[in-house]
């Protein structure tokens, strides 16, 4: 099976490198390509999907958010005898009242076509990164001492990237999560003056909550580079946990590991705090 390999998009972001890393460490193949690398791919030219899918076995799919690109290229994967696709989707797209915005609607779509292939396939929905406080969109806030988003008494059930990795390999490789899909979260929903305080006792240092409104947050961020319609798209997601859109909890680490999920607090123990 050594000239089959693999397949994991996003192979550099949070989820796609842990589970590149798991794969590897299990000795089986993995191609990673990047839009740079030797094995160049980019969701927006058709003409490099090819040589990715050639004589791979299964993909992981990491959608290209804001674009409908994932219901073509997972029929180019099917057509290139791909057996088996497990995609990265998200929470809210079957919740109403769900903020919808342009990645939402990659996953609505993403989702729809990967239900409707003649091959083994899982659908992944997760909840917020914890990672997100030390890799992702709030690493600096928690640098700089300070979580100022439009979350207000919100609750959010955090998960472990580590978590989704652990699920996504175990459809990669294993019997028995064909058709399924999975909801993700940790074990316990927290509000972000929570978090704040967990992060504190954590790291040993002084991390509090400001809830803010969606117009100053958006200031906020374009203040420092944003781009106007993305700090408002991040403005709006955040408003999820705000509308208590992303307080429940989901057993989809159970079902698919036969484990509990990971608590925030053990993630928060074991992190590398900036």
Do not use: C
């Not at 109403?96 to 409707?116: F, K, L, M, N």
């Not at 992702?136 to 059930?157: Q, T």
Request: net charge negative; hydrophobic share 45%; charged share 20%.
């Amino acid at each position: 099976m050594n000239d089959h390999p693999i397949l994991v998009l996003g192979g550099t972001g949070k989820a796609g490198r842990r589970v590149a890393a798991r794969l590897h460490g299990l000795g089986l193949p993995v191609r990673v390509p990047t839009r740079s690398g030797a094995l160049p791919f980019d969701w927006t030219d058709e003409s490099t999907w090819p040589a990715v899918l050639a004589r791979t076995r299964a993909v992981f799919v990491v959608p290209f958010d804001g674009l409908p690109l994932t219901r073509a290229f997972v029929a180019r994967a099917v057509e290139a005898g791909v057996e088996r696709v497990v995609l990265l989707s998200g929470r809210g797209v079957d919740v109403p009242g769900y903020p919808q915005i342009s990645a939402g609607q990659t996953h609505v779509d993403g989702e729809a076509a990967v239900r409707a292939l003649d091959v083994a396939w899982t659908v992944v929905r997760p909840t917020w990164f914890a990672q997100n406080f030390t890799e992702g969109f709030f690493r600096d806030a928690v640098a700089a001492g300070d979580l100022r988003l439009p979350a207000g008494d919100g609750a959010v059930s955090f998960v472990d990237a580590d978590d989704i990795a652990d699920v996504v390999v175990a459809a990669l490789v294993e019997p028995g999560h064909a058709g399924r899909t999975y909801e993700l979260s940790g074990p316990r929903a927290l509000t972000l003056a929570e978090v704040a305080a967990e992060i504190s006792a954590a790291s040993g240092r002084h991390v509090r909550y400001t809830p803010l409104s969606v117009e100053d947050y958006t200031a906020e961020l374009v203040a420092t580079g944003w781009p106007e319609a993305d700090a408002r798209e991040l403005a709006v997601v955040v408003t999820a946990a705000r509308d208590g859109l992303d307080a429940y909890l989901s057993d989809g680490v159970q079902q698919a590991l036969g484990r509990p999920a990971r608590d925030f607090g053990e993630f928060a123990a074991a992190a590398t705090w900036p």
